[in-house]
């Protein structure tokens, strides 16, 4: 199975910028699409982005619509969610997840995940 390690969470005031990296190691990071989730506390974990295997379908939830953007980098294994015009609303843990081939919105879809890195935007 693949490995993932999230980075790049921290500290950001709103309006600003952040980009999360997640690295991929162990298996064929082509075979699989990468997401991204959020948990904020007291919270469910809800849905962000998604990108197919080839990085050429992207689904986004609502809420980052127009301000979050995912990617992935074929010859680093690793999978990126830029995220513009923070919120204090956006503040939560991020997780990078990943399931083989099919892109999905949907957490029970995802049978691999990253240890999460926190994001938190003050106001």
């Known amino acids: 199975q693949v490995q993932l390690v999230e980075s790049g969470g921290g500290l950001v005031q709103a309006g600003g910028s952040l980009r999360l990296s997640c690295a991929a190691s162990g298996g064929t990071f082509s075979n699989y699409a990468m997401a991204w989730f959020r948990q904020g506390p007291g919270q469910e974990r809800e849905f962000v982005a998604v990108?197919?295997?080839?990085?050429?379908?992207?689904i986004y939830a609502d809420s980052g619509k127009g301000r979050f953007t995912i990617s992935r980098d074929s010859a680093k294994n690793t999978v990126y969610l830029q995220m513009n015009s923070l919120k204090p609303e956006d503040t939560a843990v991020y997780y990078c997840?990943?399931?083989?081939?099919?892109?999905?919105?949907?957490?029970?879809?995802?049978?691999?995940w990253g240890q999460g890195t926190q994001v938190t935007v003050s106001s």
């Open positions: 990108i197919s295997r080839s990085g050429g379908s992207t």
């Open positions: 997840a990943a399931r083989f081939i099919v892109t999905s919105r949907y957490s029970y879809d995802y049978n691999l």
